[in-house]
């Protein structure tokens, strides 16, 4: 009973990571915030790290061992199943079911143009721009 406690606690705050990853931060968070591994399953990462060619129209690949290490610490800090109902081709945490169900005011100014990105968590949630590095403006 315990450990469900636990469990439950610590994804109350996904913007801060059981573990930090220097790799992760940096390379990450270079072009966006470094997304917290919680936010998305492992299965997820796992399927976006190996596109990194392709990142969302972007070639973001990486040296062979920076890739592996940033795998396993997505693989190890990952959500243990799915958090999120849907998937695109490529997964996005801004169309996830959960994601729109609690951001409808932000996406209505998004698609008004008035909310440059809706990835840039750290604008309204100031504690993601702290823990997830740079972000995206």
């Given at each position: 009973?315990?450990?469900?406690?636990?469990?439950?606690?610590?994804?109350?705050?996904?913007?801060?990571?059981?573990?930090?990853?220097?790799?992760?931060?940096?390379?990450?968070?270079?072009?966006?915030?470094?997304?917290?591994?919680?936010?998305?399953?492992?299965?997820?990462?796992l399927d976006i790290m190996s596109r990194?060619?392709?990142?969302?129209?972007?070639?973001?690949?990486?040296?062979?061992?920076?890739?592996?290490?940033?795998?396993?610490?997505?693989?190890?800090?990952?959500?243990?199943?799915?958090?999120?109902?849907?998937?695109?081709?490529?997964?996005?945490?801004?169309?996830?079911?959960?994601?729109?169900?609690?951001?409808?005011?932000?996406?209505?100014?998004?698609?008004?143009?008035?909310?440059?990105?809706?990835?840039?968590?750290?604008?309204?949630?100031?504690?993601?721009?702290?823990?997830?590095?740079?972000?995206?403006?």
């Amino acid at each position: 009973m315990l450990a469900v406690c636990v469990h439950a606690v610590a994804r109350e705050n996904v913007w801060q990571p059981a573990q930090d990853n220097a790799s992760w931060r940096a390379e990450c968070g270079a072009c966006h915030m470094a997304f917290p591994p919680g936010l998305l399953s492992v299965d997820d990462w796992l399927d976006i790290m190996s596109r990194l060619d392709q990142h969302y129209g972007v070639d973001a690949s990486l040296e062979p061992k920076v890739k592996v290490e940033i795998y396993d610490y997505l693989k190890q800090n990952g959500a243990s199943s799915r958090m999120f109902g849907s998937r695109d081709e490529v997964p996005r945490i801004t169309t996830s079911d959960r994601f729109v169900a609690k951001h409808r005011s932000a996406i209505r100014l998004w698609a008004k143009g008035q909310i440059k990105t809706l990835s840039d968590c750290g604008a309204c949630h100031k504690e993601a721009g702290e823990a997830g590095g740079k972000s995206e403006k």
